[in-house]
């Protein structure tokens, strides 16, 4: 294992490098091939045969989570055989398990108010407590912006200008996008950021460091919990795709072949109208969007019958 454990180190490298994957990212590669290498007694040796094997130990696992694993041997594979590290590429044994993309899990507009009506009520009182306002500041940026929950606890102490309604970041494969922010997630961050520490670089700090992403999922839990809703059912990727805000990603997305626009979101909050000159030339991603957009558009009604006509 010790000649893996530094071929792994290389393959990691080449990862973040060339192809810009995030500490997430390369954090489960490094988990899947070492796993892989515990059942196999090693990877740069492993035959044909042996690797084949790996379908019998995966047989209890999702066909996603099958599927994800055997991509990353193949790119570690496919790495040794051209760096000159091994003369053949066993990974054609691999099992290739079919799956399917699930539908987004959405939450209706009635379960969403129940939320935010949730969050309101800690707010009436005349001094609300730190934690319930730095629980509006995060639930208003998650569901407001769609931000990755990583991206959004680790989000600097000034990362929101009063005068600029969006953000900048750069998000998987060190790739930037424009993120918009809706008035009403401005104005839970400004009042939640005299709560700060001064010298805190980060606006949700926690310890030295910023809030976790489990915590994060266990405040979006309990939120849920809270408002009468099964916890099972909400999550912070759920919360994010919940918003009608996708409608509008895939409004101007859609806006290549046809202008379209989208209604003020549930009549409270307004997001402000960005370019159709960001939207994504990837047909793929305008495709996925656009299904999203499809499904949230059958209980918000937010699109105008000429948007609707291209699902």
């Known amino acids: 294992m010790g000649d893996d454990a530094a071929l792994i180190d290389r393959f990691l490298e080449m990862m973040a490098a060339e192809r810009g994957a995030s500490r997430n990212t390369l954090l489960a590669y490094r988990a899947d091939l070492e796993g892989a290498g515990h059942v196999l007694g090693g990877l740069s040796g492993a035959s044909k045969d042996m690797i084949a094997g790996l379908a019998d130990a995966w047989a209890e696992l999702a066909a996603s989570s099958v599927a994800r694993k055997a991509s990353a041997l193949r790119a570690f594979y496919g790495f040794l055989e051209e760096e000159g590290l091994r003369a053949d590429n066993p990974s054609s044994s691999l099992p290739r398990p079919a799956t399917r993309r699930p539908l987004p899990k959405i939450l209706s507009v009635q379960e969403v108010d ?26 208003e940026l998650l569901y407001g912006s769609g931000l990755r929950a990583t991206e959004l606890v680790s989000l600097p102490r000034r990362a929101l200008a009063a005068d600029r309604p969006f953000l900048i970041l750069k998000g998987k494969g060190a790739r930037e996008r424009l993120v918009p922010i809706s008035d009403r997630a401005r104005a839970a961050v400004a009042a939640w950021l005299p709560h700060v520490p001064a010298e805190s670089a980060w606006l949700f700090p926690s310890g030295k460091n910023h809030v976790s992403r489990i915590r994060l999922y266990q405040l979006v839990k309990q939120l849920a919990a809270a408002a009468g809703i099964a916890p099972q059912r909400v999550s912070p990727h759920v919360l994010r795709h919940a918003s009608p805000r996708t409608c509008w990603k895939a409004a101007r997305i859609c806006a290549r072949f046809s202008p379209c626009w989208v209604m003020p979101i549930l009549g409270r909050r307004k997001f402000t109208p960005m370019s159709t000159a960001v939207a994504s030339s990837n047909s793929s991603t305008a495709d996925i969007h656009w299904r999203r957009c499809a499904i949230v558009s059958l209980t918000t009604r937010h699109l105008r019958p000429n948007a609707v006509a291209h699902g």
């Open 114 to 139: 129940a939320l935010f009506a949730l969050i309101e009520q800690k707010l009436i009182v005349e001094h609300p407590a730190p934690l319930d306002l730095r629980l509006s500041a995060l639930i």
